[in-house]
């Protein structure tokens, strides 16, 4: 098994292809590593900054040299990307690298598909860098006829197959034009926005190896028509040793294989399995059963994990019996005293990702969030947005204020609280395609958010808080006091602001001291709109 690195943050071809294209020229699998300081594979991608002492680095390439360059050892050096990336880690190493093959192992991408396969034929694809995929020029071409859209979210040989029914292809994304130069197909650069990172230094890196390289890119900064921006591709005859590239990994794949006779869910496998949610619970079973029938209910598949903090209330925990039977993971940790510690769910996140070639997107969630009201499609929604907003760590539903009954001891203390973090603000829109999603900006405790592959959780990261009709109930302010005093007597204030008793002793009588907040809602023509209510 080879233990390899790449870029998880983002769902993006050019980086998924990694495995693919490792398990295809060395009949080993891979296992996803973050662990930089014990033996791993770098492959696809501008990932070389990366590198350290204890990389092989097959074909990978700068990003730019000012952005880092890595420290490899020149021995482990078995490819890259192309003569660009050589000269600059030459220079850093002060070592001249040995004669290595030049290339980007996306230039093998065509042995991952099969013959194109009879069906719509398009004149042109258009392949959007995950940054340009918003971009009013980018959704003016799709209107066109005989142009595609390529999604550079999808699986690669989903995307890589779909480019194979193209005639022609421009693109914003690297691999987009190697995937194309790969599989035959004239392609040319182009440059939408200037989002791109790098300031083209890996597109110069990749067109260094053409016997007819593109300079610049072209700047789609106006309308074009389809057969104008077809006159702009060209095969690049790129000069590349396909043979010698696929053998530098060969000859050195014992020296990177990792011996493990633990039974693994394989990349491809773990791509197509459930969301796993993560519960923190205490002593509230039977809040636990409403969240968890509302989470089966949504159009995403998912896995329910309860990670129990020391629950001793006989109801709850026959409620946890119950569930496990039905085939539900309990995890039976320790009772906690502090928000700090609501984080030692990690330890359940690690354990259950360990069997995965490849960890994915997770949900960590307290048990009081309901989303029983929310659209099914919620889960998809918020990986869109991951996707989509790279400087975020997770995507949550705001917590809906509207219902919220009057006869709920804490109702002054929640509305002042909620209206003046987050319902006073006007939302922020982001649209895609015919999807209309209404937003904020806003940091997430362990209130439910969806978590980016690969990266611990942890509390009140910076995140993105969906409007309706995402949006989810918090079942403490839609409980009578009568009901859960197992929970309220035995909870800690520090953790629980709500239905916890030493909260309710002393917040029962707050007035209230806002009097409208904005709502979001659907208009009667069925498009999102916000409203100002009057409390």
Same mark, same amino acid.
């Given at each position: 098994m080879i233990p390899l690195n790449y870029f998880l943050r983002i769902n993006n071809v050019g980086d998924k292809f990694s495995?693919?294209?490792?398990?295809?020229?060395?009949?080993?699998?891979?296992?996803?590593?973050?662990?930089l300081s014990s033996k791993h594979l770098l492959g696809a991608g501008s990932i070389l900054a990366s590198a350290t002492e204890h990389s092989y680095v097959w074909g990978s390439g700068i990003m730019n040299p000012r952005l880092g360059i890595g420290n490899p050892a020149p021995s482990r050096v078995l490819a890259l990307r192309g003569k660009l990336s050589y000269t600059e880690l030459s220079r850093a190493l002060r070592s001249r690298l040995s004669d290595i093959p030049l290339g980007d192992p996306g230039f093998l991408s065509n042995i991952l598909v099969d013959k194109p396969q009879l069906g719509d034929r398009f004149d042109l694809a258009v392949?959007?860098?995950?940054?340009?995929?918003?971009?009013?020029?980018?959704?003016?071409?799709s209107a066109l006829d005989g142009v595609r859209v390529l999604d550079v979210h999808q699986e690669p040989k989903a995307f890589i197959s779909a480019l194979a029914q193209c005639q022609y292809a421009i693109s914003s994304s690297l691999h987009g034009l190697i995937f194309s130069e790969s599989l035959g197909i004239p392609?040319?650069?182009?440059?939408?926005?200037n989002q791109v990172a790098g300031e083209g230094f890996k597109f110069r890196d990749w067109f260094s190896l053409a016997k007819r390289p593109q300079a610049d890119a072209v700047s789609i900064n106006r309308t074009w028509s389809r057969s104008d921006?077809?006159?702009?591709?060209?095969?690049?005859?790129?000069?590349?040793?396909?043979?010698?590239?696929?053998?530098?990994?060969v000859k050195r794949v014992d020296d990177i294989d990792i011996f493990s006779d633990r039974k693994i869910y394989t990349f491809d496998k773990c791509r197509s399995r459930p969301v796993p949610i993560f519960i923190i619970s205490f002593n509230r079973g039977d809040q636990l059963l409403k969240v968890v029938d509302s989470y089966n209910r949504l159009s995403t598949d998912v896995d329910i994990v309860i990670h129990d903090n020391g629950s001793f209330d006989h109801r709850t925990l026959s409620i946890l019996d119950n569930l496990e039977r039905s085939g539900v993971t309990i995890i039976r940790s320790t009772a906690i005293n502090s928000p700090e510690e609501l984080d030692n769910i990690n330890t359940t996140i690690e354990m259950y990702f360990s069997n995965w070639a490849e960890p994915g997107r997770y949900v960590v969630t307290d048990g009081d969030v309901d989303l029983s009201g929310?659209?099914? /499609? !919620?889960?998809? @929604?918020?990986?869109? $947005?991951?996707?989509?907003?790279? /400087? !975020?760590?997770? @995507?949550?539903?705001? $917590?809906?204020?509207?219902?919220?009954?009057?006869?709920?001891?804490?109702?002054?203390?929640?509305?002042?609280?909620?209206?003046?973090?987050?319902?006073?603000?006007?939302?922020?829109w982001f649209t895609r395609d015919e999807i209309k999603i209404a937003y904020q900006r806003a940091p997430i405790d362990t209130t439910f958010a969806l978590y980016r592959a690969g990266e611990r959780f942890h509390r009140l990261q910076k995140g993105l808080r969906i409007y309706y009709p995402y949006d989810a109930r918090h079942l403490d302010w839609y409980e009578d006091e009568s009901e859960g005093e197992a929970y309220r007597m035995t909870s800690s204030p520090a953790i629980s602001h709500w239905n916890s008793q030493k909260p309710i002793d002393a917040m029962r009588d707050e007035p209230l001291r806002f009097f409208d907040y904005i709502r979001v809602l659907r208009s009667p023509d069925g498009t999102l709109t916000m409203k100002k209510e009057i409390l």
């Open positions: 495995p693919e294209i490792v398990r295809a020229v060395s009949g080993k699998e891979t296992k996803w590593t973050s662990n392949i959007p860098h995950y940054v340009d995929q918003t971009n009013p020029y980018v959704q003016s071409l392609n040319a650069w182009v440059e939408f926005s921006l077809a006159d702009l591709c060209q095969i690049h005859e790129m000069e590349i040793d396909t043979d010698a590239l696929s053998a530098a990994l929310a659209a099914p /499609d !919620i889960l998809s @929604v918020f990986d869109l $947005l991951l996707d989509n907003f790279r /400087d !975020i760590a997770c @995507v949550g539903p705001m $917590l809906r204020i509207h219902d919220i009954p009057s006869t709920y001891s804490l109702y002054n203390h929640a509305m002042n609280r909620h209206i003046d973090q987050f319902w006073h603000k006007e939302p922020s």
